[in-house]
């Protein structure tokens, strides 16, 4: 049961992620049904403000003492860096080992991995650090795909949005699907994003070190639809077959029928977010012919099917 929650502050903390915490845990909902929960701020220096990430100062009312007894503790992202204040490492292993929840938001997992508590565990985190996380610590099983990692005691999540999955997950586990949707309508949020689906990261069109590709790729965006063939590709660039498949992935990294795959895939995204096309009409819009054919290469880019993307991110009908 979740009764109480404990944030743990360190200076450059970031404003939006605690602020997730705060929203979801930290306001009195109990007039719309949800229980109460006994929630603390606290850092090393209770009363002493903490430089936040963007030009501003959060102060922590409690010190780390505050964390003794909390169901829940949280560790909202702050600016990556190879130590972390030792009170604030002990008094999270403390707490671990006593039996409490540990919930990382972004960048907050890297305290965990400080304070050991990752070795041999899954976790997720913010895909733009995992190559980073991963050379630090690796021991760790990181998965950089997924929203968010329950593996018990500790869940980790990427970053921003999915710390709002990661927290709604917790009150779903603990207090149930009731509560859970009660904040998230409050919130006007998706009441739940399963943790497996895929961080939606947005995939721009790869950048060419050269000029030769570009005309090409212009081209193709403006007809994804059609059929298209490395030799037609390379008559259209002035090139022999053989350099223009050289030329394509020494320029963009990757091969012209995965690229041109990924950008029908990112079409396909957006009509599903602003249409009412049906699954046909999208996959014959994007170019992929059969609807079939577009949940293949949807889901290997994006994580989840077409249906359940526009379930999610399809912006209501006016």
Do not use: K
């Amino acid at each position: 049961m979740l009764r109480s929650v404990a944030v743990v502050l360190m200076d450059d903390v970031a404003p939006f992620e605690l602020g997730v915490l705060c929203e979801v845990f930290g306001v009195d909902r109990v007039d719309d049904g949800v229980p109460p929960i006994d929630y603390r701020v606290c850092g090393e220096h209770p009363g002493v403000p903490l430089p936040a990430s963007v030009g501003m100062s959060v102060t922590p009312p409690l010190g780390l003492d505050a964390l003794d007894g909390a169901d829940l503790i949280a560790v909202p992202a702050t600016t990556v860096r190879d130590e972390y204040p030792p009170a604030i490492v002990d008094a999270l292993r403390a707490a671990h080992a006593r039996g409490a929840t540990l919930l990382s938001v972004c960048s907050g997992v890297f305290v965990l991995g400080a304070a050991g508590l990752l070795d041999g565990r899954r976790c997720t985190m913010h895909w733009r650090q995992a190559t980073r996380f991963a050379e630090r610590f690796p021991t760790v099983a990181l998965d950089p795909d997924v929203l968010f990692v329950d593996d018990g005691d500790i869940v980790t999540s990427a970053g921003t949005a999915s710390g709002i999955d990661a927290c709604l997950h917790l009150v779903r586990r603990e207090l149930g699907s009731a509560a859970a949707n009660v904040i998230a309508r409050r919130m006007v949020v998706p009441p739940q994003r399963e943790g497996g689906q895929r961080q939606f990261v947005e995939l721009p069109i790869p950048e060419c070190s050269g000029e030769s590709m570009q005309p090409v790729l212009d081209w193709l965006l403006g007809n994804l639809a059609g059929e298209h063939t490395v030799p037609e590709l390379a008559r259209r660039a002035n090139m022999s077959e053989r350099t223009f498949a050289r030329r394509f992935a020494a320029e963009t990294g990757t091969t012209p029928a995965r690229w041109l795959a990924t950008q029908r895939v990112l079409h396909a995204r957006r009509l599903l977010e602003d249409t009412t096309l049906s699954m046909e009409q999208v996959a014959a819009e994007a170019g992929f012919g059969s609807a079939a054919l577009l949940r293949h290469h949807f889901q290997r880019v994006v994580g989840v099917t077409p249906s359940d993307y526009r379930r999610t991110f399809a912006l209501p009908a006016t």
